[in-house]
């Protein structure tokens, strides 16, 4: 089956500086999905692409799908407090959809 | 609008006892999923189900069973816990495929 890797697993950012978290796919994906855990509570959807090359941007947030839709990055600028959490990505195999392990975020101050 | 809703939020077993876990949603989606959740392993599929009367094996089904027989309702079954089923639970639906998940709040489930 299909497998969704996620780097780096753990982020530990500077308040105010930008990062970027990678999704990699072993197949072609038809679409991909990304998803916020904050800690203690439950995966919130954020966004989804589907076309080969689509950028999508959520205020500090842009999302890209790779041109040949086997990988994907989430790039954050200026980090705030509120962006803890973990991000996971998650890939279509079948009618359900497979998950990677996800990047685990902190901010420092 | 609840959204998705899980029942219990926490719960103890000992080993061998059994339980059911229940999701509910009231958004009329069609497809419903059963994930547990690690530390450091991400979210493993257990069971899910394209529509009412149906049900499909996931990644990791072994020591579960579910059942759909209401199109709002997904039951996650433990027949026999064991120590290894210590995790959190989170149900999901979505109105079809290629559509964003909605998850419930989760259950942590530790089985001692």
């Known amino acids: 089956g299909q497998q969704v890797m996620q780097i780096p697993q753990y982020q530990h950012v500077q308040e105010g500086e930008d990062f970027t978290t990678y999704c990699n796919s072993s197949?072609?994906?038809?679409?991909i999905q990304w998803y916020k855990q904050r800690p203690g509570g439950h995966p919130v959807f954020l966004i989804q692409l589907v076309k080969s090359g689509e950028v999508k941007k959520q205020k500090r947030l842009t999302f890209q799908f790779g041109e040949a839709k086997k990988n994907s990055s989430l790039h954050i600028t200026a980090t705030q407090t509120t962006d803890v959490g973990t991000y996971f990505c998650?890939?279509?195999?079948?009618?359900?959809?497979?998950f990677g392990a996800g990047t685990t975020v902190t901010v420092r101050a | 609008n609840a959204g998705v809703t899980q029942t219990p939020k926490f719960r103890v077993l000992k080993t061998g006892q059994s339980m059911t876990l229940l999701c509910a949603q009231d958004m009329n989606h069609e497809y419903m999923y059963w994930y547990r959740q690690d530390p450091g392993m991400g979210l493993r599929l257990i069971h899910y189900s394209v529509g009412e009367g149906t049900t499909a094996k996931g990644e990791v089904p072994d020591g579960y069973n579910v059942s759909r027989l209401k199109k709002q309702n997904f039951l996650l079954g433990l027949e026999s816990a064991a120590p290894s089923q210590t995790s959190v639970y989170f149900c999901?639906?979505?109105?079809?495929?290629?559509?964003?998940?909605?998850f419930g709040s989760g259950t942590r489930l530790t089985v001692v």
């Open positions: 998650a890939g279509y195999d079948d009618y359900k959809l497979s």
């Open positions: 999901a639906s979505s109105y079809i495929i290629f559509y964003g998940y909605t």
């Open positions: 197949t072609t994906l038809s679409n």
